[in-house]
């Protein structure tokens, strides 16, 4: 009601302020005494209707404070009556749920006694079928049993003797591991090792003829190659021997520092154990050709062994130090298998060379086998015709054999003699002429 009252004496104010400005335009020239006059009038009118207005209001208050009385004394008188209710039913409610639990109670206790009654039952039931099938189940399966648990436990206790015996073969070769690692750590023992594997390709590929071991390759020098290669000489002249220096060497320090920092995975420690091995497989080549290169008397390159393969990998993963090597210091470095096929090659261009030199030998061989070829048709010739002769003479005695017969056809025979030297003597000639007839 407020609000209304207030928006309606801003509607009066309103249209006093139009009714003012009407008045100011249709006649400015009245006088301002009837101007006052009029505002003086409006000004009691607004008054009036002010008062009526707060009049109105306070009246307008008064009424809306009895109906609120009115009203929250109704919904009290409501709201009492409605919980007096409520409280009725639920009073009837929870005698109703405490009814229906002692009747539930006793439902289940029933329920309890009954299930409880029977599970004793089933359970006597189940132990005395159990028990007849324990039995029988004993009284079948016990031997089998028996017999099973003995091949199992046998079973079982060769297996163990196996393990006992492979733990034995494993600690044996876990100590032999050890042996060698402790031998390899010595670098005499390394050099010897290296040195080993050399001779035993060169003794499967190569004849004894063909290489030499601890050669002297540089005249007036103490230095000696392990084993060096005889290549032929100028003018293939046997006595002239040109050697192919091959020298071993193992640098297991090195190598074995890459691999742990490799699977340690720090590439600090990788680069600066693949530069020192570098290092060292420069410096093992600068001296095989400080020391056994020496042309003519040696071949312009000499060979590195590395005797183990992942070793010879490892430098060949090296960017550009095969190379470097072979340009620079003039070593081919092998391992194994590279050498082994470098040996077989060897092996054929020796056996080729061999036949080249022995080809003008086999030429005179067939020069001289021609002469005597001939001569020996010639002699065939002379024989043959000799054989001719003989035939035809014995032919010419044949006839005369004949003619004799029939002359002596109707001579009357003698008795037979013994054999005498004669006889013997003419049996031994007529075998002389079949023989040559034949």
Not at 339 to 357: K, P, V, Y
């Amino acid at each position: 009601m407020t609000d209304v009252f207030f928006y309606a004496l801003l509607a009066a104010d309103a249209l006093f302020l139009v009714i003012l400005i009407v008045l100011l335009f249709k006649s400015p020239s009245r006088p301002l005494t009837v101007i006052d006059h009029r505002l003086k009038g409006m000004e009691k009118l607004q008054e009036r209707l002010e008062r009526t207005m707060r009049d109105d209001g306070a009246r307008d208050r008064e009424e809306l404070n009895r109906s609120l009385r009115d009203v929250s004394e109704s919904l009290l008188v409501r709201l009492a009556e409605n919980m007096s209710l409520q409280k009725d039913q639920w009073e009837i409610f929870s005698r109703q749920l405490t009814d229906l639990a002692a009747q539930s109670v006793q439902k289940l206790d029933r329920i309890n006694e009954s299930v409880a009654l029977q599970l004793r039952h089933l359970q006597e039931d189940q132990r005395r079928q159990l028990e007849a099938i324990r039995a029988t189940v004993d009284e079948k399966l016990q031997d089998t049993l028996e017999k099973r648990l003995g091949e199992s436990f046998r079973l079982v206790s060769e297996r163990l003797e196996t393990v006992q015996k492979g733990l034995g073969e494993m600690q044996t070769l876990a100590a032999g591991v050890g042996d060698l690692k402790k031998v390899l750590t010595n670098i005499k023992t390394r050099g010897t090792f290296g040195e080993i594997r050399l001779g035993t390709l060169l003794e499967e590929i190569l004849s004894p003829d063909q290489y030499a071991a601890n050669v002297a390759t540089q005249p007036d020098s103490d230095h000696r190659v392990e084993f060096a290669v005889r290549m032929p000489g100028r003018h293939d002249d046997p006595r002239q021997v040109v050697w192919l220096p091959l020298d071993a060497k193992f640098p297991q320090e090195d190598h074995l520092r890459l691999l742990e920092a490799q699977e340690q995975g720090n590439p600090g420690q990788v680069e600066e154990a693949s530069r020192q091995l570098e290092r060292t497989l420069r410096d093992m080549a600068k001296s095989i050709r400080d020391k056994y290169l020496a042309p003519p008397h040696t071949t312009d390159f000499a060979i590195m062994f590395l005797p183990t393969e992942s070793l010879y990998a490892e430098v060949l993963r090296r960017d550009g130090l095969f190379a470097q090597l072979q340009r620079e210091f003039r070593v081919v470095i092998t391992g194994p298998t590279t050498l082994a096929a470098l040996l077989n090659s060897l092996q054929m261009g020796f056996r080729t060379l061999a036949i080249e030199r022995r080809s003008s030998e086999v030429w005179e061989l067939l020069g001289a086998v021609k002469t005597e070829f001939a001569n020996f048709g010639g002699i065939l010739d002379k024989t043959r015709k000799k054989i001719l002769e003989a035939g035809n003479t014995i032919e010419k005695a044949a006839v005369r054999s004949r003619a004799i017969e029939r002359r002596l056809r109707d001579v009357q025979g003698l008795p037979a003699p013994e054999d005498g030297p004669e006889e013997s003597g003419i049996e031994e000639a007529c075998d002389k002429v079949n023989n040559g007839d034949a």
